[in-house]
Nanobody, 123 residues
């Protein structure tokens, strides 16, 4: 059974930091690209950061130089270090895995989502 469990969200003052974690199980984590998305009230879900199986990283322009994505394949966990938080960063943050699964017809791409963790930036 595939599971993505996020943690680390909370209430923080502007300028503060949080470290989000997403622990994965039920699929081959090391062979999967991992991403963080976020969704603010009344807005569409947007990509925040991605880390590939080789460790390559991409960020949304709005979080570059403030957020850092990383992964620990030994712990099946992906992290998002968020620094210099702003009220506009307030959202539910979701972990996503892009991987593959074995079907009777062969390997097929698969995407999995976590349940999300709330980040609120407010004074």
């Amino acid at each position: 059974q595939v599971q993505l469990v996020e943690s680390g969200g909370g209430l923080v003052q502007p300028g503060g930091s949080l470290r989000l974690s997403c622990e994965a199980s039920g699929f081959t984590f090391s062979s999967s690209a991992m991403s963080w998305y976020r969704q603010a009230p009344g807005k569409e879900r947007e990509l925040v950061a991605t880390i590939t199986t080789a460790g390559g990283r991409n960020y949304a322009d709005s979080v570059k130089d403030r957020f850092t994505i990383s992964r620990d394949n030994a712990k099946n966990t992906v992290y998002l270090q968020t620094n210099g938080l702003k009220p506009i960063d307030t959202a539910v943050y979701y972990c996503r895995a892009d991987t593959k699964r074995l079907l009777p017809t062969g390997w097929a791409p698969a995407t999995y989502w976590g349940q999300g963790t709330q980040v609120t930036v407010s004074s």
